[in-house]
């Protein structure tokens, strides 16, 4: 390991943060400068308009867009190791998805009643469906072998998700679909300081207990032999992974809907930028690049064409699939060479 | 000295359902003991039963006279590592990073690495000449070098036992011979116990303080190469029905070609081998002699020949050996004499060849 390509790396993503935390502050279709921004952060309300947008509906937005892009980041490494799998990630193995089913689901019942759901309940709500498909992938991972045939599966397990979903859309009231079609195309938009104070709390929680299992991650990373080799409880540990990864991402899609290829490209540019994958240096680093990745996707989806505001996910699909195709042709022809050397 | 690992009455198996009972062993620190037996016997599972990676389907293995699973995770594993045969491919890391999570039984909360760790893990790369390996990819490293840097991971945890799994396959001769070389020294050096399967049975002659035979239900032999390595049990070992096996050279010899030779092999000193095996490749029976029984040729003429001619070692061969001979060499098609120089104690063969007339051939052109 190069510390001092870390150090660098690690000033590089915290720059870029920064940077993209003012941006997403300053540009939007009210046009607001640097400096009327600081002024406004600092507490002059002279400018009225300007004072709300950027309290009320910029902020936190961006610090929403900054929390959960960290933990998706996280979320995706977390199911990486557990799979030893590169293209692993919540929204591919269908994770994402099946929370989406169950919030809707509970949305549509309980609007159906005239009761509005809180944060708790749709995070509660999100991760009994995020661990209903983390057991369906684990069940299936019993059968198959092999990267491609697991992100086959957790494919298909995602669109029996979001068929599901779409069945309940289809019966549902019109002003409740208007709602429920918003969040699950994925969208910071709309997000309410209690919501930021919320994902904060459980962001700060979630992931220092991540912390906690840098070691275990790092032994994991030789194989389950090994890692049990060197003392490591293997069964706890896996299942303290899963439903760290699982909670993690189903905090996500209850306040954002599911977000794609965000817990692959991240961990996977953090790796290649750092260029190790030490759990204890890779997690926090997933975390602030994750923030910048859902920071500048969130930025270039409510700028591009404003005032239409594009589809989040679209935009991180776009920029993270390329991401997921370069990682499989160069693994693929990394592999055909050891064979020929082996 | 003390034993170090031992099992007693151990069944090993998977999902309660045994596959070997009562096994009883022991290994003492600074000694090797080899597992040989025929695959599918559970060699494989035994030792991972001593690793603890699976748990005992009755009785139990004990480490310095403690059950192991009364052991913590971490007391296990300052005390036992493991080189298995899986083949881990860790994304990222070097050399030196797999050779350093041997220190994981050692270390904090965050794993971190201190001065003393970062020297024990250099230390233990260099005991297997791996220095120069330590920045290089592991992904990205020959299977000897691999099985190398494997070695000084197990040895980076400071156990009193090291457990491998087929250290030796898929390695060339030089690395097989390599990797048993640095074994043999770091078990008398560092007074380590080492458990291991190896198939090469040559190696394991020569490697081995101990033996023990692993065959379908439990334990075979057990005990010195000298106890454990004769011809017929080995053949017995290994159900070889066909073929042979020479417990002294640790040679392996394909069956016979059955029926009446067509070749006359003249041969000794060795010179005949490499002509015994061609004519079996080809499926040509043959006849050889007159071979003294020290001679070195004799093994693989007796493995491979048809029919031999043999005498008593030390003993020159008499009239009647001679008659033997020349009414087998009548029988054959074709006569060759593969011997380079006559001499008072091969003279037999000279008249042979001799006798031999038009029927004699350059053994080259076979």
């Not at chain 1, 300053?26 to 002279?46: E, F, K, M, N, Y």
């Not at chain 1, 540990?237 to 993690?248: G, H, M, Y």
């Not at chain 1, 240096?281 to 602030?288: I, Q, R, Y």
């Not at chain 2, 020297?119 to 000449?129: D, G, K, N, R, T």
Request: aromatic fraction near 6%; hydrophobic fraction near 50%; charged fraction near 15%.
């Amino acid at each position: 390991m190069n510390w001092k390509r870390i150090w660098g790396s690690y000033g590089l993503l915290l720059g870029a943060v920064a940077v993209l935390f003012l941006a997403g502050i300053c540009v939007g279709s009210t046009g607001t400068t640097l400096p009327q921004v600081a002024r406004i952060l600092l507490g002059d309300s002279s400018d009225q308009a300007a004072y709300r947008i950027v309290w009320d509906i910029r902020l936190p937005r961006v610090l929403a867009s900054a929390i959960l892009g960290g933990m998706l980041s996280v979320s995706g490494f977390l199911l990486q190791t557990f799979f030893a799998n590169p293209i692993a990630g919540p929204y591919v193995l269908g994770i994402s998805s099946g929370a989406k089913l169950t919030v809707a689901v509970a949305m549509l019942v309980l609007l159906g009643q005239g009761i509005a759901i809180s944060s708790a309940g749709m995070v509660l709500a999100a991760f009994a469906g995020a661990l209903g498909a983390t057991a369906m992938i684990l069940l299936l991972s019993r059968y198959v072998r092999g990267t491609a045939m697991l992100v086959v599966g957790g494919v298909m397990i995602g669109y029996i998700c979001s068929a599901v979903t779409d069945f309940f859309v289809t019966f549902a009231d019109d002003a409740d679909i208007a709602n429920l079609h918003n969040w699950s195309q994925g969208s910071f938009s709309g997000i309410s300081w209690a919501n930021v104070r919320d994902m904060a709390v459980l962001a700060a929680v979630l992931l220092a207990l991540t912390m906690t299992l840098a070691k275990p991650m790092e032994a994991y990373q030789l194989g389950e032999s090994y890692a049990q080799s060197l003392g490591v409880n293997v069964r706890r540990f896996r299942l303290e992974l899963i439903i760290l990864s699982s909670l993690l991402s189903a905090c996500v899609t209850a306040f954002a809907g599911p977000i794609s290829f965000v817990g692959i490209a991240v961990p996977h540019l953090v790796k290649s930028l750092l260029k190790t994958a030490k759990p204890l240096v890779v997690l926090p680093a997933c975390a602030l690049g994750g923030a910048a990745f859902c920071m500048l996707c969130d930025l270039l989806a409510r700028t591009l064409f404003a005032p239409t505001e594009l589809n989040l996910s679209s935009v991180t699909a776009a920029f993270g699939a390329p991401v997921v195709i370069g990682l499989m042709v160069t693994r693929q022809s990394r592999r055909s060479q050891g064979g020929m050397a082996g | 000295m003390k034993e170090c690992l031992e099992a007693k009455n151990l069944s090993a198996g998977y999902d309660g359902k045994a596959l070997l009972e009562q096994v009883t062993l022991s290994v003492r620190r600074g000694e090797i003991a080899v597992l040989i037996g025929p695959n599918g016997a559970g060699k494989s599972t035994l030792l991972k039963t001593l690793a603890r990676q699976l748990a005992p389907v009755a009785g139990a293995v004990y480490l310095d006279g403690r059950a192991i699973h009364q052991l913590s995770g971490q007391e296990m594993a300052r005390r036992l590592a493991i080189v298995t045969t899986e083949r881990i491919s860790p994304e990222l890391m070097t050399c030196a990073d797999v050779v350093r999570t041997g220190r994981y039984p050692y270390t904090g909360r965050f794993g971190l690495l201190s001065g003393a760790d970062e020297a024990i893990a250099a230390a233990a790369l260099a005991s297997v000449h791996g220095e120069d390996l330590a920045d290089r990819p592991f992904a990205c490293i020959s299977d000897g070098q691999r099985q190398r840097v494997l070695l000084a991971r197990a040895l980076c945890q400071q156990p009193e036992v090291i457990v491998l799994d087929e250290p030796t396959s898929f390695l060339d001769i030089r690395h097989k011979i390599e990797m048993l070389e640095i074994l043999r020294r770091l078990v008398k050096e560092q007074q380590l116990a080492v458990v291991m399967s190896l198939h090469e049975l040559d190696l394991a002659q020569r490697i081995a303080d101990t033996v023990i035979c692993i065959q379908e239900g439990g334990m075979g032999r057990i005990g010195t190469p000298e106890q454990v390595f004769d011809a017929d049990y080995i053949r017995s070992l290994y159900q070889l029905e066909k073929g042979s096996y020479d417990p002294l050279f640790g040679g392996t010899e394909l069956e016979a070609v059955k029926g009446a030779p067509r070749v006359f092999v003249i041969g000794g000193g060795g010179s005949g081998i490499p002509l015994y095996r061609k004519l079996q490749r080809q499926g040509v029976p043959f006849g050889a002699g007159i071979l003294p029984r020290n001679d070195l040729d004799y093994p693989v003429a007796k493995a491979l020949a048809a029919a031999l001619v043999e005498v008593p070692p030390y003993q020159l061969a008499g009239e009647a050996d001679l008659a033997r001979a020349r009414q087998l060499m009548e029988r054959c098609e074709k006569v060759v004499c593969t011997v380079e120089a006559f001499g008072p104690c091969n003279d037999c063969c000279a008249r042979l060849w001799a006798l031999a007339g038009a029927k004699q051939a350059d053994w080259r052109t076979l």
